[in-house]
């Protein structure tokens, strides 16, 4: 079972690196780029935008679809979530489902969910494979690209959140 899930894991991340060289990638973000705004959530009469978290501490946005890799992705996440460093880091999960995307905050206490259509998140955010993570520094720049699945993730994610500090 190990082996079959290390030759998907390295399947995955050929196919996304193949996929990748043949998209235009003018318009995708990339580190040292600002942010796109927006909306992340309604919650009662409140509209809350990527903008109102900037400042706050460190955003990451991770970038899922319904396929094998984004569901192993999000579960990775679930599991270890807790043990990234720092108190104030908000994340940021957005589920594309054809034609429609989920957004949601899994942490920073803020219970915001929020479904919309997928031409509604700016096209800086479209990735060639999924999952794909962000993490913006307090001022709204990129300062990481993660494409793809590998059980490190986490491992990867804390280390460059320590880095930025």
């Not at 992340?40 to 706050?56: A, H, I, T």
């Amino acid at each position: 079972m190990k082996k079959l899930l290390t030759v998907l894991v390295v399947f995955s991340n050929l196919f996304c690196a193949a996929s990748f060289g043949a998209i235009n990638t003018r318009n995708m973000v990339r580190t040292g780029a600002s942010c796109a705004d927006f909306i992340v959530g309604m919650k009662g009469n409140s509209v809350y935008k990527l903008s109102d978290f900037l400042g706050k501490g460190d955003i990451i946005i991770a970038f899922t679809d319904t396929g094998t890799d984004s569901t192993a992705f999000r579960n990775t996440v679930k599991n270890s979530i807790k043990s990234l460093p720092g108190n104030n880091t908000i994340w940021f999960n957005i589920t594309y489902d054809t034609g429609h995307a989920v957004v949601e905050a899994i942490s920073g206490g803020l219970g915001l969910r929020y479904r919309t259509l997928s031409s509604n998140i700016p096209k800086m955010y479209r990735f060639p494979c999924m999952p794909s993570v962000i993490i913006l520094d307090k001022s709204g720049v990129v300062q990481f690209v993660y494409n793809g699945y590998s059980p490190t993730v986490m491992t990867d994610i804390s280390n460059w959140l320590l880095h930025i500090k």
